[in-house]
């Protein structure tokens, strides 16, 4: 057989030829599929969210477990001025009227914030206004603060003293949220759905912030509800149904923001 040495060469040009187009077409196609159902498996934004939430929880019970420790060791401590709600956003004004969107508080409450120079330190003149310095072990060098701290969509700590104290942060993310698989706003022994709540009275805050249902009218019921709660020791009628918090039943949750809603025409509102 006689050797042809153009065929030859033609053959070797066909050889190292690369993919054709429509090959890189559908592998282009398989890599985005697999791309989205990756995006939908993982969720990076739940992700990232879990993780802000997992920090909050860390700190709110280093928060905790400082105030528990600096109580013990000063008998005399100064936890801060009864109906005020102290908040980790840094303003320039004592009483936070820099920021606009933050919620309504009933009369005779009033927000209270630190300066930037000030806000994260641990001498009581921080966001929180007890002194943690001086103890046998430091608690924490600076004040934690929410991985955000943003008055938008209340992602900020806040904290309510009396003889007592609370310590509360909105959760973002699903898992950790209400009706979630890890939900510690409504495990967490407090009243607030949608907020991690510690410290040793949880009832302190002034607002329940929870899944307020907004929409819901006030009705001729939540009038007979609120008269039997003041009357009648605190007994509810289970012919009156009023659900404000969305949480399925009449509970001290509803009572509490429909006397706010009729005392002073406050709009029920989440956060801190």
Known sequence: ???NMFQDSRFKIQ???GFTLIELLIVIGIVAILATVT?????????????????RL???NTINEGLN???????????????????SLPDTASDCSSFTSLPDLPPGWSYRCATETDYRKVDGNGWIPVDFTGLASTVFSSLPVDPVNS????????????????????????????????DVAGGDGGTNAGVFERGTNLSLA??????????????MDDFDVLN??????????????????????????????LFYYLSGGLTPTCGY
């Open 1 to 3: 057989m006689k050797y």
């Open 151 to 182: 008055e938008v969509g209340s992602l900020y700590y806040s904290y309510v003293a009396g003889t007592s104290w609370e310590l509360n942060a909105v959760v973002e993310s699903e898992k950790y949220g209400s009706g979630g698989s890890r």
């Open 58 to 60: 860390s700190e709110l």
């Open 206 to 219: 002034p607002l329940l912030c929870g899944d307020i249902n907004q929409d819901r009218l006030i009705t």
């Open 15 to 17: 050889s190292q030829r």
């Open 228 to 257: 039997n709660f003041i009357y009648f020791s605190g007994t509810v009628s289970d012919g009156a149904v009023t659900d404000l918090d969305n949480s399925s039943s009449t509970d001290a949750l509803d009572l509490q923001l």
């Open 39 to 55: 995006l939908l498996v993982l969720n990076p934004a739940e992700m990232l969210k879990q993780g802000r939430d997992s920090k």
């Open 69 to 87: 420790f600096a109580a013990s060791q000063k008998p005399n401590l100064v936890l801060g001025t009864s109906n005020a709600v102290y908040i």
